[in-house]
C-alpha cells in the first residue's frame, strides 16, 4: 500500500473515533499542541533553515522564501492561532432547526463534521498548524500533503503535534502528513474517494487548476487573489495612499495583497505620480498602461498577462480608467473573486461597487489585506474559498462541518 492511501485509510479509522471526542477533550489537546510547538521552537527554526537554505540554492524568490520563513515571533501566532480556535464555540452537534412532521416524526438538523479533509499546499508551514487546528476541533481527520520547500519544517511540526496528541484523548491518526514529494502523491490523493470527503488546496494557480481539473473527491476551491484597488476620483487623498501602501508593501507574498491599482482619469492627473513615486521609494515595480505612463514616464509597459498575473512580489500593475463602469469591466474580465476595493467618499458609488462587484470579499476605504480568517475573528483559517458552494471567503471553523437530519418516530410507515 503507497504512503498516500496508507495514512488516508488511517486518518478515515481516526475520523470515526474523532466522534466520541468531547469539546473539551478537543481545547485541552489543542492547548497542548500550542505549548509544545512553542517550546520546540528551535527544533522548529533548524528544520526550517534546512528548507530556506535549499529554497535559496534552488533559486527560490525572495517572497516565496518570505512565506517559508519562521522566527520565534511567528511560532508564537501560530501557537496563538490555535489558542483563540480554542475560544471558539464547537461548530458540531449543533441543532440547526427542528421540525415535527402531522404524521408525528420530528426531523432534527444538526451539524457534523466532513469527516476525512485532505489539504494541498505550498510552502507556508504556518499552513500545516492552522488547518491541523482546525480540523481537529471541528471533529475532522486530516491529511496534509505540503510542498516540497517546507518539507522538513512540516515534518518537525507534524512530528511535535503528534507527540502532544498521542497525551490527549484524541487518535494521533486524526494527523496526517503525505512526506513524499513526487507529484504522483498529490494525484493520488485526488482519486482517494472512499477515503477523502473533501480536497481543499492552497497555493498558486497551476496546483488549483490540477486539483480541480483533475480530482474525483469533491473540492472546495480556493483561488489565487488577483485583487484590485480602485482610487476613485472622490477618493481622500491620505487614505489613498495609506490603503495602497499596506495592500501592496505589507506582506506582497500572500493572496490578499493587490496586485493591480485602477485610478480614475481625473483622480490619476495630479496623484498619480507622487503616489507611484512613493511605491517606488518603497521598492515596488510599477508596470502601467499607456494613459499612466503617459503621467509616469518611468513606469514599465505592462502587457495583456499583467493584469491576469498574481504577482506575490512587490510588482504592481496600473491602469487608468474612465470612470466607475470602466474600473467594473476591468475587475469582471480579470479579477480572479477573490478581494476588491474601492477609495472614494462617494457613497452611492462604494455602495454600486459593493453590490456589483463578484467577489468573496468587497472592500470600501479599507485595505484588502484583512482578508483573512484571523482578522475575521476565526482564529486560524483552512484557506480563502473564491467559489460559491458550500463555503466562500475565509473558511473558518463553520466551512468545515456538513450537516445531519435526525428522525425520530414512533413507529410510523410510509403509505
Known amino acids: 500500500m503507497s504512503e498516500v492511501r496508507e495514512k488516508a485509510a488511517r486518518a478515515k479509522e481516526a475520523a470515526r473515533a474523532m466522534n466520541r471526542v468531547t469539546t473539551g477533550q478537543k481545547n485541552e489537546a489543542l492547548a497542548l499542541m500550542a505549548d509544545r510547538l512553542v517550546a520546540e521552537s528551535s527544533a522548529i527554526l533548524e528544520a526550517n533553515a534546512i528548507d530556506l537554505a535549499n529554497g535559496r540554492q534552488n533559486g527560490t524568490s525572495e517572497s516565496l522564501l518570505d512565506r517559508l520563513a519562521l522566527t520565534d515571533k511567528r511560532i508564537g501566532a501560530i501557537a496563538e492561532g490555535l489558542r483563540q480556535i480554542i475560544e471558539l464555540p464547537d461548530p458540531t452537534g449543533l441543532l440547526l432547526d427542528e421540525t415535527t412532521r402531522p404524521n408525528g416524526l420530528v426531523i432534527r438538523k444538526y451539524s457534523v463534521p ?34 516540497s520547500a517546507a518539507l522538513e519544517s512540516n515534518k518537525a511540526i507534524v512530528r511535535i503535534m503528534h507527540e502532544a496528541l498521542s497525551r490527549t484523548a484524541l487518535p494521533v491518526d486524526g494527523l496526517q502528513l503525505i512526506e513524499s514529494v513526487d507529484r504522483s502523491s498529490v494525484d493520488e490523493m485526488l482519486k482517494l474517494n472512499g477515503l477523502l470527503d473533501v480536497i481543499i488546496p492552497r497555493g498558486g494557480r497551476s496546483l488549483i487548476q490540477n486539483v480541480v481539473q483533475n480530482a474525483t473527491v469533491p473540492v472546495i476551491e480556493t483561488g489565487e487573489g488577483v485583487c484590485h484597488t480602485y482610487l476613485d476620483d472622490e477618493a481622500d487623498p491620505e487614505k489613498a495612499e495609506a490603503i495602497v501602501i499596506n495592500a501592496k508593501v505589507q506582506r506582497p507574498s500572500v493572496c490578499n495583497a493587490m496586485e493591480t491599482m485602477l485610478v480614475h482619469e481625473r483622480y490619476a492627473e495630479t496623484r498619480l505620480a507622487p503616489l507611484a513615486d512613493k511605491l517606488k521609494e518603497l521598492g515596488v515595480e510599477l508596470r502601467g498602461c499607456e494613459r499612466s505612463r503617459s503621467l509616469v514616464p518611468w513606469m514599465a509597459e505592462a502587457t495583456e498577462d499583467d493584469w491576469r498575473t498574481e504577482y506575490n512580489d512587490l510588482i504592481l500593475s496600473v491602469k487608468v480608467v474612465g470612470g466607475l463602469d470602466e474600473a467594473l469591466e476591468h475587475i469582471a474580465a480579470y479579477g480572479t473573486l477573490h478581494s476588491e476595493c474601492i477609495v472614494t467618499e462617494n457613497g452611492d458609488r462604494a455602495e454600486r461597487f459593493l453590490r456589483e462587484v463578484d467577489a468573496a470579499a468587497v472592500y470600501h ?20 474559498s473564491t467559489q460559491k458552494l458550500h463555503a466562500r471567503g475565509p473558511m473558518g471553523l463553520p466551512a468545515l462541518t456538513s450537516t445531519k437530519f435526525v428522525v425520530c418516530g414512533s413507529g410510523q410507515i410510509r403509505g
Open 114 to 147: 466532513l469527516g476525512v479533509v485532505g489539504i494541498v499546499y505550498e510552502a507556508r508551514p504556518n499552513v500545516t498548524v492552522d488547518a491541523a487546528g482546525l480540523c481537529l476541533k471541528s471533529g475532522n481527520a486530516v491529511v496534509l500533503r505540503g510542498g
Open 365 to 384: 476605504n479599507a485595505s484588502t489585506r484583512f482578508t483573512d480568517g484571523f482578522e475575521f475573528g476565526y482564529g486560524a483559517e483552512i484557506g480563502i
